[in-house]
């Protein structure tokens, strides 16, 4: 529910509406704009009388909300959230608002070496954090499982050596200790509803990446979302990363529609993958301008030295020469678009 009051209200009634409301059990988020400020009510709402608010000098309206998820809703949070990642020694990255964010780095980390020059070549192409999977999932057992604690090892050291942030994917909560020291956490599409790891996710106070899943609706991704901000985490970063459809030329299907309706219905920064999306290295680069162009915060790509010998996701991966091309280009669409605005 969402309470909107009128123009300079008096602070002695706002302040006993709010105390009523949290005698009720309701959470109040107080957003103020320029004119008028807005209460968002979070908890459960269906036992207020809504005519009683209404009815209150200070009221302007109230609406009953259709969405189900709050803490995600740009109704109570009208302007973008922007999230900074990075700390003492590290290049700062945000993302949000004004602020783009380059992701890019391999599917898998496989040696110090690969991780190395990845790193230092993304970096130089203008990436602001660096990607790398330790914990892997793949569809065959069979298929590398990534190397674990070790590729965390690893991530950190090529982020000592360009300062840039790590972002890196959990599959299971037990290996959250390992995740203490990584910079952004990403919740892959298969985990995105695994509910206990997103309620852990949620006690941390750490950026999560979370991915789509490959068949969830955006309403599905904005409450999978909810499920880490009701933890009291609010550093959540949504991502579109394809969705299974009956097309068979690209890998996924890349809805790049979600990234307007998502940046419309919440306050939450969205980044766009296009590698997983399309799962062919040609279709990166005009999908990522696309994206862009739709309006996304960021983009997460795959890098890698040698894609013929990627131990994973090779076909879909860029080298870093067509990485750094690529780059350049997203900044003169960014460029466009600003002198448009
Ligand atoms: C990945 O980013 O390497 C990955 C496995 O992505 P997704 O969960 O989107 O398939
Ligand atoms: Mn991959």
Redesign the pocket.
């Known amino acids: 529910m969402i309470v909107l009051l009128k123009e300079n209200p008096n602070a002695v009634a706002v302040a006993n509406l709010k105390q009523w409301l949290n005698n009720e059990g309701i959470t109040v988020h107080v957003s103020e704009g320029e004119r008028h400020t807005i209460l968002g009510l979070v908890g459960d709402t269906s036992r207020l009388d809504m005519s009683l608010i209404q009815a209150l000098e200070i009221v302007d309206d109230v609406k009953r909300i259709q969405e189900p998820f709050k803490n995600a809703n740009r109704k109570f949070h009208p302007q973008d959230t922007v999230i900074e990642i990075g700390g003492p020694g590290l290049e700062t990255a945000r993302i949000g608002g004004e602020h783009f964010a380059v992701i890019a780095g391999p599917?898998s980390v496989e040696t110090e070496s690969q991780i190395c020059q990845v790193a230092e070549a993304v970096k130089k192409a203008g990436a602001t954090m660096l990607?790398g999977?330790a914990f892997?999932?793949r569809t065959s057992p069979y298929a590398f499982q990534g190397l674990g604690a070790e590729g965390i090892r690893l991530l950190k050291l090529a982020r000592e050596h360009t300062g840039l942030p790590i972002v890196t994917?959990v599959m299971d909560a037990d290996q959250l200790p390992l995740f203490e020291d990584v910079d952004v956490i990403?919740v892959?599409?298969?985990n995105m509803q695994n509910f206990e790891l997103l309620k852990k996710l949620g006690r941390m106070d750490k950026p999560v990446l979370l991915?789509r899943g490959m068949s969830a609706t955006l309403e599905e991704l904005l409450m999978s979302a909810e499920y880490i901000m009701a933890g009291g985490n609010e550093k959540v970063i949504l991502c579109e990363?394809g969705i299974r459809t009956f097309e068979t030329k690209t890998r996924n299907t890349l809805d790049l529609s979600a990234v307007p309706v998502l940046k419309n219905l919440s306050h939450l920064p969205v980044v766009v993958?296009p590698s997983?999306a399309t799962g062919v290295s040609k279709l990166v680069a005009p999908m990522s301008l696309a994206a862009t162009a739709a309006g996304a915060d960021g983009l997460?790509i795959e890098v890698h030295n040698d894609p013929e010998r990627a131990l994973c996701?090779g076909p879909q991966s860029l080298r870093p020469e067509a990485f750094a091309e690529l780059a350049e280009k997203v900044r003169g669409v960014r460029a466009a678009i600003r002198a448009m605005a």
Request: one cysteine or more; hydrophobic letters at 10%; proline letters at 6%.
């Open positions: 599917c990607r999977g892997k999932p994917e990403q892959g599409a298969r991915k990363r993958d997983h997460i996701d």
